[in-house]
T-cell receptor, first 115, second 112 residues
Framework: DSGVTQTPKHLITATGQRVTLRCSPR?????VYWYQQSLDQGLQFLIQ???????AKGNILERFSAQQFPDLHSELNLSSLELGDSALYFC??????????????FGQGTRLTVV | GENVEQHPSTLSVQEGDSAVIKCTYS??????FPWYKQELGKRPQLIID?????GEKKDQRIAVTLNKTAKHFSLHITETQPEDSAVYFC???????????FGTGTRLQVFP
């Protein structure tokens, strides 16, 4: 168990709908990342939050948004869903360790299926 | 922007052989290079990492090498075993920035 919790584990929804994915980072980790992994694809970086503020953005669609709350949990909102949004969405959290290493701990992922 | 290229995308080896996966990064300021292993249906997990002040690091059957001049780093797995079969991701980040950019992944299959 990495200590990163993602809910729900599975989500099936229809095109055009909106969903919210939730992530609780490891205790003490200030950074939360969101990644999208489509079938047989790599980990596409979507967005990163650090202590409540957006820190870095990847190729995140305008239909997607995220936020990190004061208790450091994060939510990824996906709207106007399309079939192509079906994927495994990973959340990861990290802390800058001694010497500046950045080990990211991944949650188990949320598998989103858009039908 | 930052970019990490990873090759090959798939790699098949016989049990006991060695496997090598290579990555190239674009941002010369990158100074931390972890490797993650993702088994089927599971989350990616860190297996080894290297910092820019080190040229090589070993941990039992796995090793990582870094060539800062050429901006590439490689993962070496010796005496491969079927349980090494997984998708391997390289990544690069700037120290203290907490931002990891991943390569596209290599699917390694080890045949008994």
């Amino acid at each position: 168990d990495s200590g990163v919790t993602q809910t729900p584990k599975h989500l099936i929804t229809a095109t055009g709908q909106r969903v919210t994915l939730r992530c609780s980072p490891r205790s003490g980790d200030l950074s939360v990342y969101w990644y999208q992994q489509s079938l047989d694809q790599g980990l596409q970086f979507l967005i990163q939050y650090y202590n409540g503020e957006e820190r870095a953005k990847g190729n995140i669609l305008e239909r997607f948004s995220a936020q990190q709350f004061p208790d450091l949990h994060s939510e990824l909102n996906l709207s106007s869903l399309e079939l192509g949004d079906s994927a495994l969405y990973f959340c990861a959290s990290s802390v800058v360790g001694t010497g500046g290493n950045t080990e990211a701990f991944f949650g188990q992922g949320t598998r989103l299926t858009v039908v | 922007g930052e970019n990490v290229e990873q090759h090959p995308s798939t790699l098949s080896v016989q049990e006991g052989d060695s496997a090598v996966i290579k990555c190239t990064y674009s941002d010369s300021a990158s100074n931390y290079f972890p490797w993650y292993k993702q088994e089927l249906g599971k989350r990616p997990q860190l297996i080894i990492d290297i910092r820019s002040n080190v040229g090589e690091k070993k941990d039992q059957r796995i090793a990582v090498t870094l060539n800062k001049t050429a901006k590439h780093f490689s993962l070496h797995i010796t005496e491969t075993q079927p349980e090494d079969s997984a998708v391997y991701f390289c990544a690069a980040s700037l120290r203290n920035t907490d931002k990891l950019i991943f390569g596209t992944g290599t699917r390694l299959q080890v045949f008994p």
